[in-house]
């Protein structure tokens, strides 16, 4: 029997009598059948067949079929109003944008309290200590806590109304979705801070939003915040509340510059002796100023509404209701930061439908203990985790045979994938995949990858040997997550789905790049419920992202593809991330690489598919024989360019300037091409403003650059 066919002997034994019933009763209904009758075996010879017969009916009844997609898997998006450059979702019934999907769920607060109300008393937030099970907390343990604090800071002076901020200056843990929940249940928004964000921009986020109290987990944090206090940067800074114990010297120094500081319970404390009634908030209400960290400049406040929150988690519900419904028993592990709007809206969509989230100890390192641990369900992801896990199963497999035999697996289940069919349960996961999918909990329904792209080679690879649903989704802070979201079914690679329900999406052409709507590229555009109100106190920068008609203008360069979904193909604005996650300025880290004497010109590039830089130079003809004789390196202009010591010499030259300037590692480029013709307008790499044409650059050097990435994964 199939492993895990619901079947029984009785039922296969019936099967088999009804069968032979059938055979007997042919001559009746076929004409001449019973010249074919006389010699089929006897009826104790049909026993075998019958019993084949039936095992093959009973796999046809009980075979793995094909997931449903939820609309034609060719026409994933619809033209607006004719228009085929502006497209939006195929299961919409018109042009009409999705702004919620359950009648009572308008705002985060609405999706917590319905969640609340399926599950009352069962787990909903877990934590653990080392080596230790996960503890819970049930929803309505939190949404007392979540009340007993809002109170406890409305009796410290905040006010319940969306232009009060919190800050939140902490790590994932059950506290920070307690006190994100305290400041929704009295209306107030919630400011998050992370320590990548650098002290100076911290004391730029705390006044521009007028913070007087913030949340924190660890003593470091809060002193952190108090030396600023002290130099006089912070000053409506009056209150720190803290998660873990802390020190008399904490209280003193605080004291000293007019802060309070008080453990999280004693808050809590404050407000059972000042409980007030919830105030709930509106969707046009603001939830949450997602502060950006950027390259250049001051980080800028993406202001997200609850409605916002609301539109975006409805739309992913909406595309996953035929396929993964969530349910009381999923569970979710944080470990993305909270900091971003990622984690925070899976966090609501299980929130929402009465399901877990379990938090990892705060060590990565630990993670994956954590995951075997919990065993979640669900598992949020970004490609970054996605490559290390994709590299160690590669680099497990040492012996020929065996390696044969995983691709030869991962070839089979892909077919399957091919057709529809998702499942964990085939004899190749027994045999193959078991251990990866063990390591992962064994219990795992669904991925979602997000934040960056994802290698399309890596993401069949993963969807085949964990044998659950894998979706990637694109999006950004200011569209509050996502835009686009893979639809059920299609598991296709290279594209990032298809536009949300809560988003209308249409290209603009970009003439500087050579990217036009009539090709079907050009710049990504958002408009709908879940787009940002815009940049906290920040105008201009707000009127550069919206246009006059409600249009965010992504930076982001895409192309429709023919089954209506949208491909990522290009950056506008010359800032990538790379596959970490770092944000890169290539103009900038040029600009201190120019100031090496061989250098003439330079060109940084990065792949979101890559965790390093790579770099095209041309040296300067009128210095670069002099600086090479120096170094014992001699030729012609064109030998110099392609000789390896030369390469090595001038990397080793340009790396040190670098360091000098305060390039970060990850800034500095790995791997050089020596090229000995000048980019010029003559040839279109440069503008008439002789500014660089990256875009053309990136295609007139594909195959150099190529080869670097290619030889240095090797080193």
């Known amino acids: 029997m199939f492993v895990g066919a619901p079947g029984s002997n009785m039922e296969i034994n019936n099967s088999m009598h009804h069968f032979q019933e059938w055979l007997r009763s042919l001559p009746s209904k076929v004409p001449g059948w019973e010249d074919y009758w006389s010699l089929l075996p006897s009826s104790s010879s049909l ?219 004693q808050l809590m404390e404050l407000g059972r002796q000042n409980l007030q009634d919830p105030v709930p908030p509106q969707p046009e209400d603001l939830a949450v100023v997602c502060f950006t960290s950027g390259t250049t400049g001051k980080p800028k406040g993406a202001m997200i509404t609850h409605g916002n929150i609301a539109s975006n988690t409805s739309s992913v519900i909406k595309i996953l209701e035929g396929s993964f419904v969530i349910g009381q028993e999923d569970i979710s592990i944080s470990y993305l930061p909270l900091a971003h709007m990622f984690e925070r809206m899976i966090q609501v969509s299980m929130f929402c439908h009465g399901a877990r989230v379990g938090f990892y100890q705060g060590d990565i390192s630990l993670l994956m203990d954590d995951i075997k641990t919990l065993k979640p369900t669900f598992f949020p992801v970004v490609p970054r985790l996605l490559n290390r896990i994709y590299d160690k199963i590669l680099g497990s497999v040492t012996s020929p045979l065996r390696r044969a035999l995983l691709h030869y697996a991962v070839k089979r289940k892909q077919a ?89 999406v249409k290209l603009v052409d970009i003439p500087d790049m050579n990217y036009y709507t009539k090709d079907g590229e050009g710049e990504i555009c958002i408009r709908g419920p879940s787009v940002f109100r815009g940049y906290l106190k920040d105008p201009k920068r707000t009127a550069e992202a919206l246009d006059a008609d409600g249009w965010l203008h992504s930076g982001d360069v895409g192309q429709w593809l023919p089954n209506g979904t949208l491909r990522i193909i290009d950056r506008k604005k010359h800032i990538f991330k790379l596959s970490q996650g770092e944000y890169i300025a290539p103009e900038k880290i ?87 013709d000048t980019f010029s307008v003559a040839n279109g790499l440069l503008t008439p403003t002789l500014k660089s044409r990256r875009a053309d650059i990136r295609r007139a050097f594909q195959e150099q650059i190529h080869a670097m990435y290619s030889k240095t994964s090797c080193d």
Not at 106 to 116: C, E, I, V
Not at 231 to 257: E, I, N, T
Request: overall charge neutral; aromatic content about 8%; hydrophobic content about 40%.
């Open 47 to 265: 026993l075998g067949l019958g019993a084949l017969a039936s095992l093959t009916a009973y796999w046809l009844l009980t075979r793995p079929r094909p997931m449903r997609p939820p609309c034609d898997l060719q026409a994933q998006s619809v033209a607006v109003k004719g228009d085929p450059t502006c497209r939006r979702s195929a299961l919409l019934q018109d042009d009409s944008l999705l702004e919620f999907y359950y009648d009572d769920t308008r705002t985060a607060y609405d999706m917590f309290r319905r969640g609340l109300r399926i599950a009352e008393s069962g787990p909903c937030l877990g934590f653990r200590k080392p080596s230790q099970p996960y503890q819970w907390i049930s929803y309505s343990e939190v949404a007392q806590q979540a009340q007993l604090l809002g109170s406890g800071l409305l009796a410290k002076g905040c006010q319940p109304k969306p232009q009060q901020f919190v800050g939140i200056f902490a790590q994932n843990r059950p506290e920070w979705i307690i006190t994100e929940l305290a400041c929704y249940t009295y209306s107030m928004a919630v400011v998050p801070l992370y320590e990548t964000l650098g002290l100076e921009a911290m004391v730029h986020i705390l006044n521009l939003a007028g913070i007087s109290v913030v949340v924190c987990d660890r003593e470091e944090k809060a002193a952190s915040l108090l030396e600023n206090k002290e130099k006089g940067h912070a000053p409506k800074l009056s209150c720190l509340v803290l998660f873990d114990h802390f020190s008399q010297a904490l209280v003193a120094r605080a004291r000293a510059c007019q802060v309070e500081v008080l453990k999280l319970s």
């Open 416 to 504: 399957e994938l091919g057709s529809g069919v998702v499942r964990n349960n085939r004899l190749w996961d027994k045999l193959v995949f078991n251990r990866i999918q063990a390591s992962l909990g064994g219990n795992l329904r669904f991925a979602l990858t997000a934040s960056a792209p994802i290698s399309p080679t890596v993401l069949s690879f993963l969807r085949a040997t964990l044998g659950c649903l894998i979706f990637e989704g694109y999006g950004q802070t200011e569209c509050t997550a996502g835009c686009t979201f893979s639809m059920p079914g299609d598991w296709s690679a290279g594209h990032v789905g298809a536009p949300l329900p809560c988003a209308a």
């Open 590 to 676: 040029e600009n201190v690489y120019l100031r090496c004497l061989p250098v003439l010109q330079v060109f940084v590039h990065g792949d979101s598919l890559q965790s390093y830089l790579v770099g095209i130079v041309v040296p300067d003809p009128e210095v670069i024989g002099d600086w090479t004789k120096e170094r014992g390196l001699v030729g012609s202009y064109e030998e110099l360019c392609q000789n390896p010591d030369v390469k090595a010499a001038m990397l080793e030259d340009m790396r040190a300037v670098g360091k000098k300037a305060g390039l970060k590692s990850f800034e500095q480029v790995r791997d050089l091409h020596l090229h000995s």
